[in-house]
C-alpha cells in the first residue's frame, strides 16, 4: 500500500512538473505550483499540457482509498523526503566538535591493554608473605596461650586444631577485604569510609603482632608478657565486629 501510494506521488509529481515547464513555472515551490496549476488555462493548442492539467485537477479532487488526494499524498511524501530533512548548508568553515577530554574522554581498546598491569608476579609475594605472617601469628598465638583445642569434645574427642591459626585468618584475611572495598568504589560513600580505616587498623594489628612475636623470640621469651597476651587475645573479637560491620554498612540502601 505504501509503494503504490509512493508511486502514485512519483507520477503525481512528474505531472506537475512538465505542465509546470510548458507555463514557465520553475521558480515557486511544488505546493505553490500545484495552486497556480488548479486554476491555470491552457491554450487549446497545446493538448497534452492540457490533458495533464486536467488530470491533475482530477487527481486534486478525488480522494484514494486512503481518503487522500493526489496533492495531499504529493505533500505528505514531501514531508518525510530526505530533501526536506537535510539542514540548511552553513556559510563559512565548519569545525569538527571538539574531542572530549579528562574523565568524558573514552579510551580506546588498545590504550586500555596498554594500561593493564600484570599481576601475575604478586603471587610470589603473597606466597613469600604467607610463609612469614603465618609462622609469625602461630608464633605469637603459642606465646599468649593459643594452642592444640578439642572444638568436638565428647563428639570427636581425637579431632583437634590449633587456636592460633585463627590470628593469622582473621587478621590477614580482613585487611585484604576491607582494602578490596575501599579501592574498588563499588561500595557507599559511608561504606569506602569505614573499609579504609578498618584496612588500615588491620594492617597496623598484623604489623604489631608480627613485631611482638620477632622482638620475644629473638629475646627468648617463651611466654609473652601480660599486655601483650591482653591485646592479642582481643584480636579476633575485633576482626569479627569490624567485618560485620562492614558487611551490613556495604550492604545498606544509604
Not at 149 to 157: E, K
Amino acid at each position: 500500500m505504501r509503494n503504490a501510494t509512493l508511486q502514485r506521488a512519483a507520477d503525481h509529481r512528474e505531472r506537475v512538473r512538465l505542465v509546470a515547464d510548458s507555463l514557465g513555472l520553475d521558480t515557486a515551490t511544488p505546493a505553490q505550483i500545484m495552486n497556480i496549476l488548479t486554476r491555470a488555462e491552457v491554450p487549446a493548442s497545446r493538448p497534452t499540457v492540457s490533458k495533464y492539467l486536467n488530470e491533475l485537477r482530477r487527481d486534486s479532487a478525488e480522494p484514494d482509498r486512503a481518503g487522500q488526494t493526489e496533492y495531499e499524498t504529493v505533500k505528505a511524501s514531501e514531508a518525510v523526503s530526505p530533501e526536506a530533512t537535510e539542514p540548511p548548508p552553513t556559510e563559512g568553515p565548519t569545525q569538527a566538535p571538539a574531542a572530549p577530554t579528562g574523565h568524558a574522554a573514552k579510551e580506546t581498546p588498545d590504550q586500555t591493554a596498554r594500561k593493564r598491569v600484570r599481576i601475575w608476579p604478586l603471587w610470589v609475594l603473597y606466597i613469600s608473605a604467607f610463609v612469614a605472617v603465618w609462622s609469625g601469628w602461630v608464633g605469637l598465638g603459642a606465646m599468649t596461650g593459643f594452642g592444640e583445642i578439642q572444638p568436638l569434645p565428647g563428639i570427636a574427642d581425637e579431632f583437634t586444631i590449633n587456636s592460633a591459626i585463627a590470628l593469622p585468618i582473621g587478621v590477614e584475611a580482613y585487611s585484604a577485604f576491607a582494602m578490596y572495598v575501599w579501592l574498588s568504589g563499588r561500595a557507599a560513600p559511608k561504606a569506602i569510609g569505614f573499609a579504609k580505616v578498618s584496612s588500615i587498623v588491620a594492617l597496623c594489628i598484623g604489623g604489631l603482632g608480627q613485631v611482638a612475636y620477632h622482638v620475644l623470640a629473638a629475646a627468648g621469651i617463651e611466654t609473652a608478657p601480660w599486655w601483650v597476651t591482653a591485646f592479642i587475645s582481643t584480636v579476633p573479637v575485633v576482626v569479627v565486629g569490624m567485618a560485620a560491620a562492614l558487611a551490613h554498612i556495604a550492604n545498606s540502601s544509604e
